[in-house]
T-cell receptor
Framework: AQSVTQLDSQVPVFEEAPVELRCNYS??????LFWYVQYPNQGLQLLLK??????LVKGINGFEAEFNKSQTSFHLRKPSVHISDTAEYFC????????????FGAGTRLAVHP | NAGVTQTPKFQVLKTGQSMTLQCAQD?????MSWYRQDPGMGLRLIHY???????DQGEVPNGYNVSRSTTEDFPLRLLSAAPSQTSVYFC??????????????FGPGTRLTVL
């Protein structure tokens, strides 16, 4: 079965430190990859997406992610986090050739401390 | 545009009661879907629709019904609520029904508690 694994359920980090949130997926077909952010008591907002082309994609709020096909990974990074980045982050995959059905990982809660 | 709207924001039900969660979008999107969010499990797809009159099951459809009589609305019905349906429900929509460029827009969610 196709699945998405977010390797860390919680990531604590100090303000201005770098952070990486890890995401792996299982698929034998082409995929589109997404990262969403959910701030407390809000809906989901798209951070960035990989459709094709350059494997390094940049998103909003200074985040970027790198698609690695051989490792089936799509890790999210930010070189310097702010308190306002405290939120839950979801990795999601959509398989090419089908409808817009997204498969989500379990989420990673990023806690930025002063 | 209001985007994707959901009502109510909060709801408490007793076991066995029925209710409908409302979802509407004003962007003329073809694709609409319902997800439930549970701690440690991310979002799971309940039902989706690729146009008016066309719906299909997602990953966790049991206990839920949907219909799509108009492009704008996609209500989710719980016929006999169970405590296992306590969750946060999100509605989402996208312009196209396929293709990675079709970003899904999410509503603010409905927090449902079944006692």
């Amino acid at each position: 079965a196709q699945s998405v694994t977010q390797l860390d359920s919680q990531v604590p980090v100090f303000e201005e430190a770098p952070v990486e949130l890890r995401c792996n997926y299982s698929s034998s077909v082409s995929v589109y990859l997404f990262w969403y952010v959910q701030y407390p008591n809000q809906g989901l907002q798209l951070l960035l997406k990989y459709l094709s082309g350059s494997t390094l994609v940049k998103g909003i709020n200074g985040f970027e992610a790198e698609f690695n096909k051989s490792q089936t990974s799509f890790h999210l990074r930010k070189p310097s986090v702010h308190i306002s980045d405290t939120a839950e982050y979801f990795c999601a995959v959509r398989f090419s050739g089908g409808y817009n059905k997204l498969i989500f990982g379990a989420g990673t809660r990023l806690a930025v401390h002063p | 545009n209001a985007g994707v709207t959901q009502t109510p924001k909060f709801q408490v039900l007793k076991t066995g009661q029925s209710m409908t969660l409302q979802c509407a979008q004003d962007m003329n999107h073809e694709y609409m879907s319902w997800y439930r969010q549970d701690p440690g499990m991310g979002l799971r797809l309940i039902h989706y629709s690729v146009g008016a009159g066309i719906t299909d099951q997602g990953e966790v459809p049991n206990g839920y019904n949907v219909s799509r009589s108009t492009t704008e609305d996609f209500p989710l019905r719980l016929l006999s609520a169970a405590p296992s349906q306590t969750s946060v429900y999100f509605c989402a929509s996208s312009q196209g029904i396929a293709g990675g460029q079709n970003e899904q827009f999410f509503g603010p969610g409905t927090r449902l508690t079944v006692l």
